[in-house]
């Protein structure tokens, strides 16, 4: 079974982007050492008619580079799948693999930045010629109501393509940002397993961000 996809081809980067030169390497050097891995942009996942976008950083190397599913084979998605079946828009168990037939509804998942960046930290300039992607994919949910944004580049990239400025919508966790179109912008520290290990992030406090997102549909 092959992964929801909701984005269009055109909102989407082709297979082989070289937008970016140090992504475009890293994913070569990916691909001769994990051959059968996706080891390519990752495609947005989800319902093109959904209400809720969930905008990440970037594909893990063991995770969705792997994959080929946002947030799929890492212990990030553990936190983000259990927080959006608790709110009733995925379904399905989710087993760390793309063929595990989980599915959302009424909910999409994107990355700012659609290639795995080395260290997992793109420069500005990586998530500068993403964004294009990303606003795209956003502008064409009509029925969008809420985005939470995981991490502040996360935040960053989300503010910038739904119009908004920086200056008046700074990260904070749990922090509500209303867009020029009306979108309540949520932010949340990403659920990476470093933040979960160190509790900066807790279950909790993630969920709370989810339950005030289904509040605010």
């Given amino acids: 079974m092959m992964p929801q996809i ?25 691909r001769a050492e994990q051959p059968e891995w996706w080891n ?13 976008a969930v905008v990440g ?6 995770g969705a580079n792997r994959t080929g599913r946002a947030f799929t084979g890492d212990g990030a998605g553990d936190w983000l799948f259990g927080a959006l079946a608790t709110i009733g828009v995925a379904q399905g168990n989710y087993q760390g693999h793309a063929e595990d037939g989980l599915t959302l509804t009424s909910a999409i998942i994107f990355n700012a930045v659609k290639c795995l960046p080395p260290g997992n930290r793109p420069d500005p300039a990586e998530i500068h010629a993403c964004r294009p992607f990303l606003a795209a994919e956003l502008t064409a949910l009509t029925g ?28 904070a966790h749990g922090a509500e940002h209303r867009m020029p179109s009306g979108v309540v912008l949520i932010d949340s520290y990403h659920c990476s397993r470093y933040n979960q290990n160190t509790a900066r992030l807790t279950r909790e406090m993630f969920q709370a961000v989810f339950e005030r997102a289904a509040a605010l549909r």
């Fill in 6 to 30: 909701a984005a269009a081809p055109a909102m989407a980067p082709p297979r082989d982007c070289d937008r970016c030169p140090r992504l475009a390497a890293l994913r070569t050097a990916c």
């Fill in 40 to 52: 390519a942009p990752v495609p947005a996942f989800g319902d093109p008619h959904a209400w809720l």
């Fill in 57 to 62: 950083l970037a594909p893990g190397k063991h």
């Fill in 144 to 171: 969008l109501k809420v985005v939470v944004a995981l991490g502040q580049i996360a935040h960053q990239s989300a503010v910038k393509a739904l119009g908004g400025k920086l200056p008046k919508a700074r990260f």
